[in-house]
T-cell receptor, first 113, second 115 residues
Framework: AQSVTQLDSQVPVFEEAPVELRCNYS??????LFWYVQYPNQGLQLLLK??????LVKGINGFEAEFNKSQTSFHLRKPSVHISDTAEYFC???????????FGTGTRLLVSP | ETGVTQSPTHLIKTRGQQVTLRCSSQ?????VSWYQQALGQGPQFIFQ???????GRGNFPPRFSGLQFPNYSSELNVNALELDDSALYLC??????????????FGPGTRLTVT
């Protein structure tokens, strides 16, 4: 079975500051890793994914994440956030060969001027 | 290319009633997964349908059931509604086959409130 831990339930940050949202996972098998963003009253939008290869993954809206197998982490980063980045961010894993996504509890990113 | 759509957007039901939620998958996709997202929580996997058959189920009771139609659209049915069934129900479609890893595309969700 897989599990995901998002260590911060809420991260406040000022506009144009850098941000890191932390994600750790647990799995006995190989997994794919994902970050999704959810704006208020909307569904989930894929930000980026790690499937294989380079451990640094770049996504949409200037976000990137680094896969660290030894630390079982997949932290999300952005060098300079905008007000429009205010949303809920979910880290998710999926065992290779299966389609079920296992999500963390989410991190609310609050960007203020 | 049409994205994933869900209907209705919002729904209010009374405890004990039954509800049907609908999902149209993205063009070309043959797999639909359903997730329940309670307030303040991450989505939880309910089940998945592939070629009209259930293909994996999460920890949900049998009163949660589903269907997939030949055009790959899907329904989620919940019988004997309980207050704890109040949640956002998300549908995700993907293309399963010999090539992985089958990225899932989510719809906007249906907000179900049980009173």
């Amino acid at each position: 079975a897989q599990s995901v831990t998002q260590l911060d339930s809420q991260v406040p940050v000022f506009e144009e500051a850098p941000v890191e949202l932390r994600c750790n996972y647990s799995s006995s098998v190989s997994v794919y890793l994902f970050w999704y963003v959810q704006y208020p009253n909307q569904g989930l939008q894929l930000l980026l994914k790690y499937l294989s290869g380079s451990t640094l993954v770049k996504g949409i809206n200037g976000f990137e994440a680094e896969f660290n197998k030894s630390q079982t982490s997949f932290h999300l980063r952005k060098p300079s956030v905008h007000i429009s980045d205010t949303a809920e961010y979910f880290c998710a894993v999926r065992a290779t060969g299966f389609q079920k996504l296992v999500f963390g509890t989410g991190t609310r990113l609050l960007v203020s001027p | 290319e049409t994205g994933v759509t869900q209907s209705p957007t919002h729904l209010i039901k009374t405890r004990g009633q039954q509800v049907t939620l609908r999902c149209s998958s993205q063009s070309g996709h043959n797999t639909v997964s359903w997730y329940q997202q309670a307030l303040g929580q991450g989505p939880q996997f309910i089940f998945q349908y592939y070629r009209e058959e259930e293909n994996g189920r999460g920890n949900f009771p049998p009163r949660f059931s589903g269907l997939q139609f030949p055009n790959y659209s899907s329904e989620l049915n919940v019988n004997a509604l309980e207050l704890d069934d109040s949640a956002l129900y998300l549908c995700a479609s993907s293309l399963a086959g010999s090539r992985g890893p089958y990225e899932q595309y989510f719809g906007p969700g249906t907000r179900l409130t049980v009173t």
